[in-house]
């Protein structure tokens, strides 16, 4: 299967004949502020260890995730991104059928039908925020029988947390010998990590939490993902990862960017001011309806009478070298939805502008 995703300016310059450089990416929710301060010469200094192999333990990365989530580094394995670490675990958890949450990353679904595992996709309502209720699941497993159910938190591409009914039901089956398995994706939680659902993994022997380095630290180009799991799974799924799947880079800049409290501070700031304002901006176009997010990202709704997101993309992108994410390739949404990143506070009024003249 196709997977669409945000953030292809290479293939959008071309086409457009414009440098990556002129577009404003709206597409990919990546902290506007960028890579922390200082992780260029971290880079720079790891530079002359590229003529040896990358630590195959991976320790110092692992020993900087353990120490800022205070969890055992034997519940952590590392990948080359999330995206890694999504496509091997089918395999190490010996998954064949699984119950997935939709809309949701289109990734899951490659990945899982690439092992052969069969998966059953459980639609959740706009009313809900895109995020299943408890009555949804216990009905999907009565009626069958799942070795892994998969949910997102936040939700992608809603930006909603789970509800407080769905996580204590979460709690209290992931603390329940055999199966089914949680899979728990969380690789946006860090804007709101309060709401981790790690706090349950001492006491649950079928979790295990997806993470990403790639949104909050602004390094979707260095690759670095995480599971944070029981013992037994975080060892099995390490078995099944190949060697050197973290570079010397990653792992010196992954470590660096657990280290810097000021720029987190300043990440929550920024994006939780940014994101009312740009949600206030949006709402007051008429048409568009802007669904409450924890995240970087607004999901949108656009009233029918308004032409599709996926024009309203090519409308904005051809004039304003501006790119937004139309939502039709994500299951369980339409061409009338639209997913835009919170970035900085000019950039934001920007596109406010782009799709007020386009609407």
């Keep these: 299967m196709n997977v669409v995703h945000g953030g292809n300016i290479y293939e959008l310059?071309?086409?457009?004949?414009c440098s990556p450089d002129d577009i404003l990416d709206f597409s990919a929710s990546i902290?506007?502020?960028?890579?922390?301060?200082?992780l260029a010469h971290i880079l720079s200094g790891c530079f002359h260890r590229l003529a040896s192999y990358p630590d195959i333990h991976n320790k110092?990365?692992?020993?900087?995730?353990?120490?800022?989530?205070?969890i055992d580094p034997e519940c952590i394995a590392v990948g080359n991104g999330s995206t890694e670490l999504i496509y091997w675990l089918?395999?190490?958890?010996?998954?064949?059928?699984?119950?997935?949450?939709?809309?949701?990353?289109?990734?899951?679904?490659?990945?899982?039908?690439?092992?052969?595992?069969?998966?059953?996709?459980?639609?959740?309502?706009?009313?809900?925020?895109?995020?299943?209720?408890?009555?949804?699941?216990?009905?999907?497993?009565?009626k069958d029988s799942f070795e892994a159910v998969l949910l997102t938190h936040p939700a992608s591409p809603s930006g909603a947390l789970l509800a407080a009914e769905t996580i204590n039901w979460v709690a209290e089956n992931s603390r329940k010998s055999g199966r089914p398995f949680?899979?728990?994706?969380?690789?946006?939680?860090?804007?709101?990590?309060?709401?981790?659902?790690?706090?349950?993994?001492?006491?649950?022997?079928?979790?295990?939490?997806?993470?990403?380095?790639t949104k909050f630290y602004g390094s979707p180009g260095l690759r670095i993902g995480y599971l944070?799991?029981?013992?037994?799974?975080?060892?099995?799924?390490?078995?099944h990862?190949?060697?050197?799947?973290?570079?010397?880079?990653?792992?010196?800049?992954?470590?660096?960017?657990?280290?810097?409290?000021?720029?987190?501070?300043?990440?929550?700031?920024l994006v939780a001011k940014q994101r009312q304002r740009l949600a206030a901006g949006l709402s007051a176009i008429s048409g568009l309806k802007v669904f409450p997010a924890?995240?970087?990202?607004?999901?949108?709704?656009?009233?029918?009478?308004?032409?599709?997101?996926?024009?309203?993309?090519?409308?904005?992108?051809?004039?304003?070298?501006?790119?937004?994410?139309?939502?039709?390739?994500?299951e369980g949404l339409d061409d009338w939805y639209f997913r835009v990143a919170v970035r900085m506070e000019d950039q934001n009024d920007r596109l406010i502008a782009a799709l007020q003249h386009a609407l």
């Design 13 to 17: 310059s071309a086409r457009a004949g």
């Design 31 to 38: 902290n506007p502020l960028g890579p922390p301060p200082g």
């Design 60 to 70: 110092l990365l692992i020993e900087a995730i353990s120490k800022f989530h205070d």
């Design 90 to 142: 089918p395999r190490a958890l010996g998954v064949s059928k699984a119950l997935v949450a939709a809309p949701t990353f289109g990734e899951y679904a490659k990945a899982f039908e690439l092992q052969g595992t069969r998966l059953q996709k459980m639609f959740t309502a706009p009313e809900d925020h895109f995020q299943p209720l408890v009555e949804q699941l216990e009905a999907a497993l009565q």
């Design 182 to 213: 949680l899979l728990i994706d969380e690789v946006f939680i860090d804007f709101c990590e309060q709401a981790s659902l790690k706090r349950f993994l001492d006491r649950s022997p079928n979790l295990a939490i997806i993470r990403s380095f």
């Design 228 to 239: 944070l799991a029981p013992p037994q799974v975080a060892a099995q799924v390490r078995r």
């Design 241 to 269: 990862l190949p060697p050197w799947s973290v570079n010397t880079l990653a792992q010196a800049a992954g470590a660096y960017c657990f280290s810097q409290d000021d720029y987190r501070r300043k990440t929550l700031d």
């Design 294 to 330: 924890q995240a970087n990202y607004l999901l949108v709704r656009m009233d029918r009478s308004l032409p599709p997101a996926s024009r309203l993309k090519w409308d904005i992108f051809e004039r304003d070298r501006i790119l937004i994410r139309d939502c039709g390739s994500f």
